[in-house]
C-alpha cells in the first residue's frame, strides 16, 4: 500500500518556467488538498479537492493551478514560476465517508526557483 | 492573517520533562482540533486530535487540553524523551469533512538528554 506518492522529490526551475507536481494516492480518498511549507509559516493550504471534477481555493492560491480528473490524481501546476515559489509542497488526503478526520501526507516534494 | 495561533515557535526540554504547545483560533465555525507531528524529511502524520464537546484527550504521553469559551487548546508530552524532538502543528477544520484543514505555523521541539 503506497499511500501519498508525490513526484518528484526535488525540482529546479528558472523563473518564468512552468511545472507539473504530481499527487497521487490510492486510498481511494475523496478529499486531497497541497500544502507549501515555509521556515516561520508552517503548513498553508494552496487548493483542495473534495471529488473528481470539485476543487477550491485555500490560503495561498495564487500562481498555482489545479484539477482533478480521477480520485486518485491531484496535479499541481505553476503556470509561470516566480522566487517566491521556492518552498516544500506537501499533498494530502483523505477519507470523507467514514469520516475519521486524519490527513495523509505525502513525503513532499522540494521546489527551488531562481 | 494566520487563523490557527501557534507558541512557542521553538521549544527546549529536557529528557523526562513535560512540553507543552498552546494555539489559539478565532473562527468558531472550526469543529475539530488535531495535532501533526513532523520528522525532518518527512510529511506530517497525525498524532491526536480532539472535538470541542470534550475538554481533554490523552493518548499515551500526550494530551489536548481544550478550553472552548477561550478558543485555545494546547498539547502536553508527559515524559519528554529525545525521539520526541520533531516539529509539531496544530491545525483546525469545520463541521464536515468537506472542509478545508489550517495549519498553525509550527513548534519546533527538541528533548535533550
Known amino acids: 500500500n503506497a499511500g501519498v506518492t508525490q513526484t518528484p522529490k526535488f525540482q529546479v526551475l528558472k523563473t518564468g518556467q512552468s511545472m507539473t507536481l504530481q499527487c497521487a494516492q490510492d486510498?481511494?480518498?475523496?478529499?486531497m488538498s497541497w500544502y507549501r511549507q515555509d521556515p516561520g509559516m508552517g503548513l498553508r493550504l494552496i487548493h483542495y479537492s473534495v471529488g473528481a471534477g470539485i476543487t477550491d481555493q485555500g490560503e495561498v492560491p495564487n500562481g498555482y493551478n489545479v484539477s482533478r480528473s480521477t480520485t486518485e490524481d491531484f496535479p499541481l501546476r505553476l503556470l509561470s514560476a516566480a522566487p517566491s515559489q521556492t518552498s516544500v509542497y506537501f499533498c494530502a488526503s483523505s477519507r470523507v465517508r467514514p469520516n475519521t478526520g486524519e490527513l495523509f501526507f505525502g513525503e513532499g516534494s522540494r521546489l527551488t526557483v531562481l | 492573517q494566520q487563523q490557527v495561533k501557534q507558541s512557542p515557535q521553538s521549544l527546549i526540554v529536557q529528557k523526562g520533562g513535560i512540553s507543552i504547545i498552546n494555539c489559539a483560533y478565532e473562527?468558531?465555525?472550526?469543529?475539530?482540533f488535531p495535532w501533526y507531528q513532523q520528522f525532518p524529511g518527512k510529511g506530517p502524520a497525525l498524532l491526536i486530535a480532539i472535538r470541542p464537546d470534550v475538554s481533554e484527550k490523552k493518548e499515551g504521553r500526550f494530551t489536548i487540553s481544550f478550553n472552548k469559551s477561550a478558543k485555545q487548546f494546547s498539547l502536553h508530552i508527559m515524559d519528554s524523551q529525545p525521539g520526541d524532538s520533531a516539529t509539531y502543528f496544530c491545525?483546525?477544520?469545520?463541521?464536515?469533512?468537506?472542509?478545508?484543514?489550517?495549519f498553525g505555523p509550527g513548534t519546533s521541539l527538541s528533548v535533550i538528554p
Open positions: 491545525a483546525a477544520r469545520g463541521r464536515t469533512s468537506y472542509d478545508k484543514v489550517i
Open positions: 486510498m481511494n480518498h475523496e478529499y
Open positions: 473562527n468558531t465555525a472550526f469543529d475539530y
